[in-house]
């Protein structure tokens, strides 16, 4: 199983961007997928899951702002970032759960930089 994530750049303080993470290889079902960020000096922490038949939850500091979705006939997950601040800033990663094992990507970059 592979994750491929995309869409990270630079942006300006209030920009947007859409990540998305395509899930390919063996597949059975994909249950929950999930992004994580990691900011510089900082450990890992939660954005947003999304279960197989779409239930949401959010980290409190991005409700409102960035939206979670899946497309479950291409294995994909999104990531639609608004609002961005320079605290976003991080690398982004994104899982999957496939038969009780969780399988990450490699990370997209964000910067929030004027």
């Known amino acids: 199983v592979q994750l491929q994530a995309s869409g990270g750049g630079l942006v300006q303080p209030g920009g947007s961007l859409r990540l998305s993470c395509a899930v390919s290889?063996?597949?059975?079902?994909?249950?929950?997928m999930g992004w994580y960020r990691r900011a510089p000096g900082k450990q890992r922490e939660l954005v947003a899951r999304?279960?197989?038949?779409?239930?949401?939850n959010y980290a409190d500091s991005m409700k409102g702002r960035f939206t979670i979705s899946r497309d479950n006939a291409k294995n994909t997950v999104y990531l639609q970032m608004n609002g961005l601040r320079p605290e976003d800033a991080a690398v982004y990663y994104c899982?999957?759960?496939?038969?009780?094992?969780?399988?990450w990507g490699q990370g997209t970059l964000v910067t929030v930089s004027s």
């Open positions: 899982n999957a759960a496939i038969r009780f094992i969780v399988h």
């Open positions: 999304i279960s197989r038949d779409g239930n949401t």
């Open positions: 290889g063996s597949i059975f079902v994909i249950n929950d």
